[in-house]
């Protein structure tokens, strides 16, 4: 997902243009959008377009309670296999970068398109005292994640189950 900026005002009063590039389906949607949208407005639209334009009834679209934040989509057959759960925190607030370019990179699907995080490096180490206690913790950095994104996680425990991380073998 991204957006084009700095537009005119159209008619309706857009001055943005919400660019979602759908891997599954090889396709991009162009959305006219207003830059102070809300992200339940966002939410709103893309359940009401990109759900339509892939050739899902908006009638069968599940669990669309208001005060929720997750909605249940149920897709068609030959997309069994993907995860049909949208979640507004998908959704970003989108800081202008006129530099930005957007890369496309094909999606290959997988029959178990399950996924396990794996720790590659401790990046930092320390200690917490609560009372007489002292808990030893490690900031853990995880395959295809950034610094910024790593974790802190008990040392007994990542050391228990990825030795190697440590020197052990």
Known sequence: MDFVVGLPISVKGANAIWVIIDHITKSTHFLPVKTNFSMTQYEDLYIKEIVRLNGIPISIVSDRDPRKLAHRVALPPNL??????????????????????????????????????????????????????????????????????ATWEAEDEIRTRYPELFGMP
Do not use: C
């Open 80 to 149: 069994a296999g993907v995860h049909n759960v949208f979640h507004v925190s998908m959704l970003r607030k989108h800081m202008a970068n006129l530099s930005h370019v957007l890369k496309f990179e094909p999606l290959q699907l997988f029959p178990n398109p399950s996924y396990k995080e794996r720790p590659i490096q401790i990046l930092d180490k320390q200690e917490k005292r609560l009372w007489n206690k002292v808990t030893k913790l490690v900031r853990v950095k995880w395959l295809n994640h950034s610094d910024d994104e």
